[in-house]
């Protein structure tokens, strides 16, 4: 009997189509062309093009669905300069590809980095080499990962994908492909197919082994092999095969997430109240997350509601270790009762709320409750100053002043660290209780009139002041008792009759005062600090001496008068 031909590359005779399987059919004579059959083993659904005239032309690619290229015959094909031939993956493979398309934003003509970026994301599940090569004359890229031994198609796609994905590499189509592919799930009695890959350095495709600088290399196949083996060896396959694993499993996941949300989320609200608190700063998600799950699936409401919260937080692990809201957990539990009950809505009743104002008005009620707290938090923070201040109880030392401000105020530790400006010593300038005034701005006349109105006399200020007589630093007198630095009245370079004045000031006037000449100033913080430490040393304004305070008034009342 005469013997079957094998179609030809482009062939649209019919043959009949077995399951999905790597056939053992002969392999070409040629043993470079036997190893590039073993390397791209799948035969089904091939795509074949007639090569373009212009290479600026897209090729009009054509699926083979009526037969398989057998291995002699994708020999055949890749050969043949006047046709492209790609191919397509099976249950498992020895590679994978990603795809740059010549005008990608992480091609890198734009982006230098991206390369790297990469090859660094890659090298975080175990690969560690890849080969780059121009596909085609269009200038796109394929970065080819050669594998020692085949591993599963799909476990490599999703590890691909993942991999880039958390690297913030998201596939795009046009930008940054990966072959293999995610695909679809199939139907009972349905094959989905992975997506097709021009294969490499075809005779006339425009495609060539690439340095990293993008310069042509050597590019026959015997050249390719020996740096396709090279990278084989240098992944680390236990590394790939624990992220395969790891992406499978987030994958399936993820599909899990799809079809059942509701009981997913339950499980998911009711795995966050059973941890509890593992660390500071989570008060308010595990409230959040507790109310949530009363009002959904316990349908509790008002009072209820708002012990079930208490209750509930009270008797969590960690809550006695972590919880920095404890002095006040009845009245934030109330809070987020409210605030809850106020979102969501009892499992199969009616919703209370317009599901198309979901990102709007909902949303802006929840953004609402939490900016009134956060305002009456810094109101409450505000007045512990202000109080710790007037009473000159308010602490030099950070942790102490933190404390004690965190005490008096009702607030936890975290919610300092958010308004910094309001208490730390390196940002805090003492708010006034009520808002400036015209009276208020009197006492800043009055030291320009004295001038005016006071006798021209010579100013002593060798004995008072650093720089002989420039503005520096107020040092204190050493009087006719003996007494040292420190323990001497404050004089100042002018008529005595101003001096009495401002020192008999109560301390709180005197802060106020001060915090009136920054107004006028117009300073913002770090003109204020930075004022303060060229004056007294590079001392904080938390470290002034009482004495250095009313120096400061005098200073600042003097700039004024020169601005």
Same mark, same amino acid.
């Given at each position: 009997?005469?013997r079957?031909?094998?179609?030809?590359?482009g062939?649209?005779?019919?043959?009949s189509?077995?399951?999905?399987?790597?056939?053992?059919e002969? &392999?070409?004579r040629d043993?470079?062309?036997?190893?590039?059959?073993?390397?791209?083993?799948?035969p089904?659904?091939?795509?074949?093009?007639?090569t373009?005239?212009?290479?600026?032309?897209?090729?009009?690619?054509?699926?083979?669905?009526?037969?398989?290229?057998?291995?002699?015959?994708?020999?055949?094909?890749?050969?043949?300069?006047?046709?492209?031939? @790609?191919?397509?993956?099976?249950?498992t493979?020895y590679?994978?590809?990603?795809?740059?398309?010549a005008?990608?934003? #992480?091609?890198?003509?734009r982006d *230098?980095?991206?390369?790297?970026?990469?090859?660094?994301a890659?090298?975080?599940?175990?690969?560690?080499q890849?080969?780059?090569?121009?596909?085609?004359?269009?200038?796109?890229?394929?970065?080819?990962?050669?594998?020692?031994?085949a591993?599963?198609? !799909?476990?490599? =796609?999703?590890?691909? %994908?993942?991999c880039l994905? =958390?690297?913030?590499?998201?596939?795009? /189509?046009?930008?940054?492909?990966? !072959?293999?592919n995610?695909?679809?799930?199939?139907?009972?009695?349905?094959?989905?197919?992975?997506? /097709?890959?021009?294969?490499?350095?075809?005779?006339?495709?425009?495609?060539?082994?690439?340095?990293?600088?993008l310069?042509?290399?050597?590019? $026959?196949l015997?050249?390719? !092999?020996?740096?396709?083996?090279?990278?084989?060896?240098?992944? $680390?396959?236990?590394?790939l095969h624990?992220?395969?694993?790891a992406?499978?499993?987030?994958?399936?996941?993820?599909?899990?997430?799809?079809?059942?949300?509701?009981?997913?989320?339950q499980?998911?609200?009711?795995?966050?109240?059973?941890? @509890?608190?593992?660390?500071?700063?989570?008060?308010?998600?595990?409230?959040k997350?507790?109310?949530?799950?009363?009002?959904?699936?316990?349908?509790?409401?008002?009072?209820?509601?708002?012990?079930?919260?208490?209750?509930?937080?009270? #008797?969590?692990?960690g809550?006695?270790?972590?919880?920095? #809201?404890?002095?006040?957990?009845?009245?934030?539990?109330?809070?987020?009762?409210?605030?809850?009950e106020?979102?969501y809505?009892? &499992?199969?009743?009616?919703?209370?709320?317009?599901?198309?104002?979901?990102?709007?008005?909902?949303?802006?009620?929840?953004?609402n409750?939490?900016?009134?707290? =956060?305002?009456?938090?810094?109101?409450?923070?505000?007045?512990?100053?202000?109080?710790?201040?007037?009473?000159?109880? &308010?602490?030099?030392?950070?942790?102490?002043?933190?404390?004690?401000?965190?005490?008096?105020?009702?607030?936890s530790?975290?919610?300092?660290?958010?308004?910094?400006?309001?208490?730390?010593p390196?940002?805090?300038?003492?708010?006034?209780?009520?808002?400036?005034?015209?009276?208020?701005?009197?006492?800043?006349?009055?030291?320009? %009139?004295?001038l005016?109105?006071?006798p021209?006399?010579?100013l002593?200020?060798?004995?008072?002041?650093?720089?002989?007589?420039?503005?520096?630093?107020?040092? %204190?007198?050493?009087?006719?008792?003996?007494?040292?630095?420190?323990?001497?009245?404050?004089?100042?370079?002018?008529?005595?009759?101003?001096?009495p004045a401002?020192?008999?000031?109560?301390l709180?006037?005197?802060?106020?005062?001060?915090?009136?000449?920054?107004?006028?100033?117009?300073?913002?913080v770090q003109?204020?600090?930075?004022?303060i430490? +060229?004056?007294?040393d590079? %001392? *904080? *304004?938390?470290?002034l001496?009482? +004495?250095e305070?009313?120096?400061?008034?005098?200073r600042?009342?003097?700039?004024?008068?020169? $601005?």
């Open positions: 009997m005469p079957k031909q094998t179609p030809a590359c062939s649209q005779a019919i043959a189509q077995p399951a999905r399987q790597r056939l053992s002969p &392999l070409p043993p470079l062309g036997q190893r590039f059959c073993q390397l791209f083993p799948y089904w659904q091939a795509i074949v093009a007639p373009p005239a212009d290479a600026s032309q897209k090729p009009a690619w054509q699926t083979l669905t009526q037969y398989p290229l057998k291995p002699r015959s994708l020999w055949t094909c890749w050969q043949d300069a006047a046709q492209l031939v @790609g191919v397509r993956f099976g249950p493979t590679h994978g590809l990603i795809d740059l398309d005008f990608s934003l #992480h091609h890198p003509t *230098r980095q991206a390369l790297a970026t990469i090859r660094a890659l090298a975080s599940i175990g690969i560690h890849t080969l780059l090569l121009r596909s085609s004359w269009n200038g796109g890229l394929h970065l080819y990962i050669p594998l020692p031994e591993v599963p198609t !799909f476990g490599l =796609a999703v590890a691909l %994908k993942h994905e =958390a690297h913030h590499l998201p596939l795009q /189509a046009g930008q940054l492909e990966v !072959f293999p995610v695909k679809r799930y199939s139907k009972a009695g349905e094959y989905s197919e992975y997506n /097709a890959h021009r294969l490499p350095l075809q005779p006339s495709s425009g495609s060539v082994l690439l340095s990293d600088t310069q042509p290399l050597p590019s $026959d015997s050249s390719f !092999f020996q740096q396709w083996n090279q990278a084989a060896a240098a992944q $680390d396959l236990e590394q624990q992220a395969i694993a992406a499978k499993k987030q994958h399936q996941y993820r599909s899990y997430n799809r079809r059942s949300n509701i009981a997913l989320w499980e998911e609200l009711e795995n966050e109240m059973e941890q @509890g608190w593992t660390g500071p700063g989570q008060t308010n998600h595990l409230l997350t507790i109310g949530c799950y009363g009002v959904v699936f316990q349908s509790l409401s008002g009072p209820a509601l708002a012990h079930y919260i208490e209750r509930t937080a009270t #008797h969590s692990p809550y006695r270790e972590w919880c920095q #809201h404890q002095h006040e957990i009845s009245r934030r539990a109330q809070e987020w009762a409210e605030a809850t106020n979102y809505w009892p &499992l199969g009743t009616s919703p209370k709320r317009d599901r198309s104002l979901v990102l709007t008005t909902a949303a802006n009620n929840i953004v409750f939490n900016q009134k707290r =956060a305002e009456e938090a810094q109101a409450r923070i505000k007045q512990a100053v202000l109080e710790l201040t007037q009473k000159d109880q &308010l602490p030099d030392r950070l942790t102490a002043r933190a404390q004690a401000i965190a005490s008096l105020a009702q607030c530790h975290s919610t300092l660290q958010k308004y910094k400006e309001l208490w730390h390196e940002w805090y300038v003492i708010e006034l209780p009520e808002p400036v005034t015209a009276s208020s701005l009197a006492p800043a006349i009055e030291p320009a %009139k004295a005016e109105d006071s021209r006399e010579e002593h200020t060798s004995a008072y002041m650093k720089g002989g007589g420039h503005d520096g630093v107020l040092e %204190k007198q050493i009087n006719s008792d003996g007494e040292g630095l420190g323990r001497g009245k404050l004089s100042f370079p002018q008529p005595v009759p101003l001096a401002i020192a008999d000031e109560d709180s006037e005197v802060i106020a005062e001060i915090q009136v000449q920054f107004r006028r100033l117009a300073w913002d003109q204020v600090v930075q004022f430490a +060229d004056n007294f590079g %001392k *904080r *304004r938390s470290q001496t009482d +004495d305070l009313v120096g400061l008034l005098y600042l009342r003097t700039r004024s008068l020169s $601005d």
